[in-house]
Each structure stands twice: as structure tokens, then as C-alpha cells.
């Protein structure tokens, strides 16, 4: 499928480049998005999470009351988890939650993603463009000429460029990633995609 390459100022360019249909073309699968999506996820949390259990609990250790004879029930230590204060039953321990993929399906979805975001026209085809330093305004313009202002937009650029990634560091809807790093949660969390021209290219080479 052909897509019009678009310049910064948002104006067509006469131009047109062609998507690789082995990217593009694929049938979305949505259940390796679902599986991509949730690992991703599930790597992003840290699993420090922790409570302390009566074995840990800082406490006397001495028998609260005398075992029968009080007409309520037996306690033996003010650590037990029926008082407060007291040590939690079966609390959170730091764990990982990552899960292992395969490399063919963690691929596939990836292409799923990038189908469905091609169905839907949620892709834009930029010329290549750079900045001399940092510049947010600039970023932003390029946005609204796009008409994107409003919208979560991820650039895909085929290098690392500190200078873009810098612009877009401050506003708040805008991302900026490298072919190399693009993932399939990445895609989805964006209203739309656009691709610098030179990133199509690095896909072929990378993804296809």
C-alpha cells in the first residue's frame, strides 16, 4: 500500500512510499497483541512489593492470657495476625512477574499492531527532518501542522536522535522512538503513527 509523504509543514509533497505488505499487510492477530501487551506490562513492574508476616513482626513473644478458663478464644502471642498490629497472613513478596515469549510471537504482534493502525489510517509519512538543538515550539508546530496537537502521536525515527527526542520530551501526548525500539504497546498507546521517511526503509530491514 502506497501512503503520500507529508513535509513538516503538513503540506503534501507530491511524494509517495510504499509499505512493506509483509509489515503492513499481515491479518491482525489479536490474540499475540494481547499476549505482547501483558508482557510488556508486566515487565514494567517492579515487584518490591512486601508486608510483614508474624514471624517478622518486632513484639513480645509472651502468652497473652491463660489458655482456658477466659470464655474467649486461646492467644498465644500479640504477633498473631487476629490483632492489631499483628503480622499479615499470606502478604505480597517481592517476586518478578515477567514471562517469556517467543521471539516469533512477540514479532507477529508487532505486525498486528502496525496492520491495525494502517487499517484504521492512523498513519502519517513525514519527510526526514532534524533540529540544530532541543526545541520544543518547533516540535509542537510540527504537530499542529499535522494536525496532531490534540492527539497521542508517537514519532518513528530510524536513528537516535537526541535532538527530536529532546523537543518532545516536554509535551505531554508526544514520543519520539527508534525502528530499533519500537514495541507493540508502543504503537497502541498512540492515536497515530508517524513514520519519517528513512524509518520505512530500517522496518524493511529490521521487521520484514
Given at each position: 500500500m502506497k501512503l503520500e509523504?507529508?513535509?513538516?509543514?503538513?503540506?503534501?509533497?507530491?511524494?509517495?512510499?510504499?509499505?512493506?505488505?509483509?509489515?503492513?499487510?499481515?491479518?491482525?492477530?489479536?490474540?499475540?497483541?494481547?499476549l505482547a501487551v501483558r508482557q510488556y506490562l508486566a515487565n514494567q513492574r517492579q515487584g518490591t512489593h512486601k508486608s510483614k508476616e508474624r514471624a517478622e513482626i518486632a513484639g513480645s513473644t509472651r502468652k497473652l492470657k491463660k489458655q482456658k478458663g477466659t470464655g474467649t478464644a486461646r492467644a498465644g502471642s500479640i504477633k498473631s495476625p487476629v490483632f492489631r498490629g499483628g503480622g499479615r497472613v499470606f502478604g505480597p513478596r517481592p517476586r518478578s512477574y515477567s514471562f517469556k515469549l517467543n521471539k516469533k510471537v512477540k514479532a507477529l504482534a508487532r505486525k498486528s499492531a502496525l496492520a491495525s493502525k494502517l487499517q484504521k489510517n492512523e498513519i502519517i509519512v513525514v519527510e526526514d527532518f532534524t533540529f540544530d538543538a532541543p526545541q520544543t515550539k518547533a516540535y509542537r508546530e510540527i504537530l499542529a501542522n499535522l494536525n496532531l496537537a490534540d492527539k497521542r502521536s508517537l514519532?518513528?525515527?530510524?536513528?537516535?536522535?537526541?535532538?527530536?527526542?529532546?523537543?518532545?520530551?516536554?509535551?505531554?501526548?508526544?514520543?519520539?522512538?527508534?525502528?530499533?525500539?519500537?514495541?507493540?504497546?508502543?504503537?497502541?498507546?498512540?492515536?497515530?503513527?508517524?513514520?519519517?521517511?528513512?524509518?520505512?526503509d530500517k522496518m524493511k530491514e529490521l521487521f520484514a
Open positions: 509523504v507529508f513535509s513538516i509543514k503538513g503540506e503534501k509533497t507530491g511524494k509517495e512510499v510504499e509499505l512493506p505488505q509483509e509489515i503492513f499487510g499481515v491479518e491482525p492477530n489479536e490474540h499475540v497483541v494481547y514519532l518513528v525515527t530510524s536513528a537516535n536522535d537526541q535532538n527530536i527526542y529532546g523537543s518532545s520530551k516536554n509535551l505531554k501526548k508526544a514520543s519520539v522512538i527508534r525502528v530499533d525500539d519500537l514495541h507493540t504497546y508502543a504503537v497502541l498507546d498512540n492515536n497515530c503513527l508517524i513514520l519519517s521517511e528513512s524509518s520505512i
